[in-house]
């Protein structure tokens, strides 16, 4: 079975600081991979996505992926209490469905 | 760009009565679009995947008499769900597939609509 593993937090993190957030997977064969944050009582929306191994950064996000370990990050630089959130990892394991993780809620704390 | 919606935004029905969700994606055309339920704390749960033209395609578990899915056109699927009962109250989100260029590749990627927040009483 396809699994995508989060830790389920809450990670709480300083404003100012940088907040690490980590997922594994179980599918070798995956090729692209999505970061997206969930406020409380709202949908989904996109931070970004990855394919190649490396960082690939946009604004005080970067996501990092190793393919060989299986595992991709997010990063938040400069972290504000607006951050705070659900942050869901999702995998696309060459088919038409995402396989999403269970999340990691992230505090930012003044 | 990418830009979904869902209509309604929230209901509230009696039991017994059908409830029709709208999913649009505004500004691109969607082959695919997928129906997502997600309970109060708990982690999205994928129902079905919407196919244009074609029959949906449903997860392992979920009802397909009761949920029903059109996808009748590129930009507008359809979750109704037929005489709901007190435990069909959650939060119903679509997704649309989009492609997503960054970095030189092309990326098919799942924007989500505002979601539909069903109540049946």
């Known amino acids: 079975q396809k699994e995508v593993e989060q830790n389920s937090g809450p990670l709480s993190v300083p404003e100012g600081a940088i907040a690490s957030l980590n997922c594994t997977y179980s599918d070798r064969g995956s090729q692209s991979f999505f970061w997206y944050r969930q406020y409380s009582g709202k949908s989904p929306e996109l931070i970004m996505f990855i394919y190649s191994n490396g960082d690939k950064e946009d604004g005080r996000f970067t996501a990092q992926l190793n393919k060989a370990s299986q595992y991709v990050s997010l990063l938040i630089r400069d972290s504000q209490p607006s951050d705070s959130a659900t942050y869901l990892c999702a995998v696309n394991p060459n088919t038409d469905k995402l396989i999403f993780g269970t999340g990691t809620r992230l505090q930012v704390f003044p | 760009g990418a830009v979904v919606s869902q209509h309604p935004s929230w209901v509230i029905c009696k039991s017994g009565t059908s409830v029709k969700i709208e999913c649009r994606s505004l500004?691109?055309?969607?082959?695919?679009m997928f129906w997502y339920r997600q309970f109060p704390k708990q982690s999205l749960m994928l129902m079905a995947t919407s196919n244009e033209g074609s029959k949906a395609t449903y997860e392992q578990g979920v009802e397909k008499d009761k949920f029903l899915i059109n996808h009748a056109s590129l930009t507008l699927s359809t979750l109704t769900v037929t005489s709901a009962h007190p435990e069909d109250s959650s939060f119903y989100i679509c997704?649309?597939?989009?492609?997503?260029?960054?970095?030189?590749?092309?990326?098919?990627?799942?924007?989500f609509g505002p979601g539909t927040r069903l109540t049946v009483l």
């Open positions: 997704s649309a597939r989009d492609w997503s260029s960054g970095g030189g590749a092309d990326t098919d990627t799942q924007y």
């Open positions: 500004d691109f055309q969607a082959t695919t």
